[in-house]
């Protein structure tokens, strides 16, 4: 569901989340002088006690509501409530729970 149908707010592609292909990072630090890129990614599991707690922070808890309310000003309610109806259609209503992973990088000259 698109709460903006004229253009998506792609904040999670581009910042932070959108830095991940571990073959771009290599390649990037290399090119910034790094011999030694080790990469490792650590899977991990994410739990909230409902699908509104990971709207909230996701709409309020980062420049995605900069975005949200610079398309919307008085929009960041329903934003976050439609972001809450979607993890809800997906995960359920009660406590929830998804994987998720970091990339941990170590890179030398």
């Known amino acids: 569901m698109a709460l903006y149908k004229d253009d998506s707010l792609r904040f999670l592609a581009?910042?932070?989340h959108g830095y991940h292909e571990l073959q771009t990072i290599r390649r990037e630090l290399a090119e910034a002088g790094f011999s030694s890129v080790k990469a490792e990614?650590?899977?991990r599991l994410s739990r909230?006690?409902?699908a509104r707690?990971?709207?909230i922070g996701l709409c309020q808890g980062t420049p995605l509501r900069n975005a949200i309310e610079a398309r919307d000003p008085?929009?960041?309610e329903?934003?976050?409530?439609a972001a809450a109806s979607a993890i809800a259609a997906?995960?359920?209503s009660g406590p929830i729970s998804a994987g998720m992973q970091a990339h941990v990088i170590t890179a030398s000259a």
């Open 41 to 43: 990614t650590l899977p």
């Open 48 to 50: 909230a006690q409902s």
């Open 53 to 55: 707690d990971p709207a």
């Open 14 to 16: 581009r910042i932070p």
């Open 90 to 92: 997906r995960f359920g």
């Open 78 to 81: 329903a934003a976050t409530n």
């Open 74 to 76: 008085g929009g960041l």
